[in-house]
């Protein structure tokens, strides 16, 4: 069975703190994985990456892939209290037949930056 | 340009009923997929819909159908509500079925509450 494992579950931690949060997968025929910030309801893209060591940034966030390992990191410097959210991994799967692919979601990382 | 749109927002049903979430994609977008997402996991994938056509559905009784219209807007309707059918039920665009650019977005959701 495809799983998408995350950790931590939940984190703590102070403006300014960096924070590393973890993704792991076990999936048949990967295509992809993406992050996403879930803040409210809607889920807002952050990264996809498919090629394994080269690592995507964007302003304090950045994230790699490791594919043979099978997993993938993202890390917020400098952390600020808007950065509070949940923060999602889903993995892309290929899917034959002339199917499109669906994500695989975790349960995601509750982030809760104080001031 | 408008987002993803869902409606109703929030609706509140008893068990037995059935229900009709509807959603409109970013214009433009030609595929749509639909996710469940329940307290305290991650959305997990129940449709996808690319040109008409149903081209992914995942491990959800047939008490779950969708379509899409000719105008691309998508409709899910689940009949004989369970009490473990409540959720958030996330609609998201992509320009093409695929997700060849990766981003798949994401509407604010119907929360579904059935008593």
């Known amino acids: 069975e495809d799983k998408v494992v995350q950790s931590p579950l939940s984190l703590v931690v102070h403006e300014g703190d960096t924070v590393t949060l973890n993704c792991s997968y076990e999936?048949?025929?990967?295509?992809?994985l993406l992050w996403y910030k879930q803040e409210k309801k809607a889920p807002t893209f952050l990264f996809m990456l498919?090629?394994?060591?080269i690592e995507k940034k964007s302003g304090r966030l950045s994230s790699i892939l490791d594919k043979k390992e099978l997993f993938s990191i993202l890390n917020i410097t400098a952390t600020q209290t808007g950065d509070s959210a949940i923060y999602l991994c889903?993995?892309?799967?290929?899917?034959?037949?002339?199917?499109?692919?669906?994500?695989?979601f975790g349960k995601g990382t509750k982030l809760s930056v104080k001031p | 340009d408008a987002g993803v749109t869902q409606s109703p927002t929030h609706l509140i049903k008893t068990r037995g009923q059935h229900v009709t979430l509807r959603c409109s994609p970013i214009?433009?977008?030609?595929?749509v997929s639909w996710y469940q997402q329940v307290l305290g996991q991650g959305p997990q994938f129940i449709f996808q819909?690319?040109?008409?056509?149903?081209?992914g559905r995942g491990n959800f009784p047939d008490r779950f159908s969708a379509r899409q219209f000719p105008n691309y807007s998508s409709e899910l309707n689940v009949n004989a509500l369970l009490l473990g059918d409540s959720a958030l039920y996330l609609c998201?665009?992509?320009?093409?079925?695929?997700?060849?650019?990766?981003?798949?977005?994401f509407g604010e959701g119907s929360r579904l509450t059935v008593l």
């Open positions: 819909y690319y040109e008409k056509e149903e081209r």
């Open positions: 214009s433009g977008h030609k595929s």
């Open positions: 498919t090629s394994s060591g």
């Open positions: 998201a665009s992509s320009i093409r079925g695929g997700m060849g650019t990766g981003e798949l977005f």
């Open positions: 999936v048949t025929n990967f295509r992809s």
């Open positions: 889903a993995v892309l799967l290929w899917r034959g037949g002339g199917s499109q692919g669906n994500l695989i």
